[in-house]
């Protein structure tokens, strides 16, 4: 199965706050997505905390479940798919043993409207963010905008320009942990100057755009190489 030309070069998946609380409060049916070892991994965490990261699961393996059966006709069960948390708290994919497929590029986010995940064509690097849109705080948006670009702005506008910045720093493997200023979206062309550049040049300097949607109560940015 190929996708049309025009359709852009990742899976996205959107999983609603509401729907992570129905799967969590049906044990049976919570099984049927997340492998035992999942499920002892998610009772580690916090009421709240275990909400997100289901939801951010689901997402995930919705558009890995739909990756790999567009790419390699490969049917999987969800629990097949087993996200994880390496030690830095970036998701990682487990496959099953003796799995003919490769694991793709893939990023996840959540946030209280529910949780995302994109997972990139092959070849392709991805990094998703989602976040409510509210008005943030002055000191915040000091910590993300760089010299030149307007801090006076609507809530929407300061959700675009988090979660841009924020999904291309994902996109390379980093985090908020980096310079988020380092990183400017210019009309969906984004470029990159200190520590992340050093690993965009690692990369041969891929072109990364960055497309938003507006879910419910909240932004949603996925950045995206190639052309």
Same mark, same amino acid.
């Given at each position: 199965m190929t996708k049309p030309k025009d359709s852009p070069p990742y899976r996205l998946a959107f999983c609603p706050h509401a729907r992570a609380e129905r799967v969590a409060g049906a044990p049976a049916e919570l099984q049927t997505h997340l492998s035992p070892a999942e499920l002892v991994e998610l009772e580690?965490? &916090?009421p709240r905390r275990r909400l997100d990261r289901l939801a951010g699961r689901l997402a995930a393996k919705r558009a890995l479940a739909a990756h790999f059966s567009a *790419?390699? @006709?490969?049917?999987?069960? %969800?629990r097949e798919l087993e996200i994880f948390n390496d030690e830095?708290?970036? %998701?990682?994919?487990?496959?099953p043993a003796g799995a003919a497929?490769?694991?793709p590029s893939f990023s996840?986010?959540?946030? !209280? *409207? @529910? &949780? !995302?995940a994109a997972v990139g064509a092959p070849g392709r690097l991805v990094g998703v963010d989602l976040e409510t849109v509210v008005a943030r705080p002055a000191e915040v948006l000091a910590f993300v905008c760089a010299p030149g670009e307007d801090r006076d702005r609507d809530p929407e506008a300061q959700a675009r320009l988090w979660t841009g910045k924020e999904a291309a720093l994902k996109l390379l493997g980093l985090g908020l942990e980096a310079d988020a200023r380092a990183v400017?979206?210019?009309? @969906?062309?984004?470029? =990159?100057? @200190?520590?992340p550049a050093e690993v965009w040049n690692a990369l041969d300097r891929p072109r990364v755009r960055v497309a938003y949607k507006r879910v419910a109560g909240a932004?949603? !940015?996925?950045? =995206?190489? &190639?052309?």
């Open positions: 580690t965490a &916090g *790419e390699d @006709g490969w049917q999987a069960d %969800p830095s708290g970036r %998701p990682t994919l487990r496959l497929v490769s694991a996840l986010s959540h946030c !209280a *409207e @529910g &949780g !995302a400017i979206d210019k009309d @969906g062309e984004v470029a =990159f100057t @200190g520590s932004m949603l !940015a996925v950045a =995206f190489t &190639g052309d």
